[in-house]
């Protein structure tokens, strides 16, 4: 299994829709995750961290279920702003706090 | 706060010339810093842990002697590209490590866009 799987995307959903992305990680041994979002040609901005069994900010929600070493993300009321890359982030097994970014999971919101 | 600046933002140059790019945190103190390639419609791809007074750690595939990495104080790490080729162009995006949101949260630069023509 690679490190950080995420779904494959792209997922166009309209305004006000609830979507949600997934990620596997194969690092057991993880106790912190991340989600990243990347805008086209920028760097990653930290939406948000995962270390227990989930956190909710506003309208995203993460979820963490180290049994099955799973993190989703959830985005309520989808605006047009949150169109982006999301990416699923958890730390490397081998190089300390280095971090293991998956492909990201394309996010289109239209009107 | 945790603020991470790169310079140059952009850079293009010719086949077989040295990029330094630099890397700062310009409101906290970092010892560890990361330097991450992305390539087109790729992810980010770790190729070094710089840390401060100490030698990089490179990952596998990336060659050391090809990307000089710097960490000679705690704020500025820098990357030099050195005798840059076509298949160095990339998005080369720094991170420092800090603790304002967690103990392992990293800072991401804006990044440095290379085009070696």
């Known amino acids: 299994r690679k490190e950080v799987e995420q779904d494959p995307g792209p997922f166009n959903v309209p305004e006000g829709a609830t979507v949600a992305f997934n990620c596997t990680y194969s690092?057991?041994?993880?106790?912190?995750f991340f989600w990243y979002r990347q805008d086209c040609r920028k760097e990653p901005k930290l939406l948000m961290s995962?270390?227990?069994s989930g956190n909710e900010d506003g309208r995203f929600t993460a979820q963490l279920n180290r049994a099955s070493q799973y993190i989703s993300l959830l985005i309520r009321d989808s605006k047009l702003s949150d169109s982006a890359t999301y990416l699923c982030v958890v730390p490397s097994q081998d190089s300390g706090y280095a971090l293991n970014f998956g492909k990201g999971t394309s996010l289109l919101v239209t009107p | 706060g945790a603020v991470v600046s790169q310079h140059p933002s952009r850079v293009i140059c010719k086949s077989g010339t040295s990029v330094k790019i630099e890397c700062r945190s310009l409101d906290f103190q970092a010892t560890t810093m990361f330097w991450y390639r992305q390539f087109p419609k790729k992810s980010l791809m770790l190729m070094a842990t710089s840390n401060e007074g100490s030698k990089a750690t490179y990952e596998q595939g990336v060659e050391k002697d090809k990307f000089l990495i710097n960490h000679a104080s705690l704020t500025l790490s820098t990357l030099t590209v050195t005798s840059a080729h076509p298949e160095d162009s990339s998005f080369y995006i720094c991170?420092?490590?800090?603790?304002?949101?967690?103990?392992?949260?990293?800072?991401f630069g804006p990044g440095t866009r290379l085009t070696v023509l």
């Open positions: 991170s420092a490590l800090g603790s304002t949101s967690g103990p392992d949260t990293q800072y």
């Open positions: 995962v270390y227990s």
């Open positions: 690092n057991s041994a993880s106790q912190s």
